[in-house]
């Protein structure tokens, strides 16, 4: 069940992918907000490394979408479950890779985001 938190992040992620505006999904996160996947040495903090995060991701692809499959929300925390799907930046191939993103909230910001994803669909073809 997607309830109105998760939705508005679906949102503002699908926005973020089509045309690039980053600003309604950096406003989701808590001022000392954190985002870290599996790729990343040490979480990104802050305004700051939460738009770094989003804009390296980004600058990887030519197109992507992220289509979400399942959404298990427990108090303040959600489990996000998805596909992206798009073409590669520098090559130009196409590419489909499943992850979760867990988002844990306080006051309705996101202070965590952890991500999981099939790193071999991914980094085999893109270095980052």
């Known amino acids: 069940m997607t309830n ?6 679906i949102d503002a992620l699908h926005t973020y992918e089509e045309s690039g505006d980053l600003d309604t999904l950096i406003g989701l996160y808590a ?3 954190e985002v870290d ?20 991701y980004r600058s990887l692809f030519a197109e992507i979408r992220s289509d979400f499959s399942k959404v298990i929300v427990q ?15 520098a090559s130009g191939e196409a590419f489909e890779y499943d992850g979760v993103s867990l988002l844990t909230y306080l006051d309705g910001k ?14 085999e073809r893109v270095r980052v």
């Open 4 to 9: 109105e938190r998760e939705q508005r992040f």
């Open 31 to 33: 001022e000392d907000g």
């Open 37 to 56: 996947n599996v790729n990343l040495p040490q979480p990104l903090k802050g305004p700051d490394g939460v738009r770094r995060f989003w804009e390296e």
């Open 75 to 89: 108090g303040d925390e959600a489990v996000l479950e998805w596909t992206g799907r798009g073409k590669f930046a």
């Open 110 to 123: 996101i202070t965590s985001h952890r991500g999981y994803y099939d790193q071999h669909a991914l980094t």
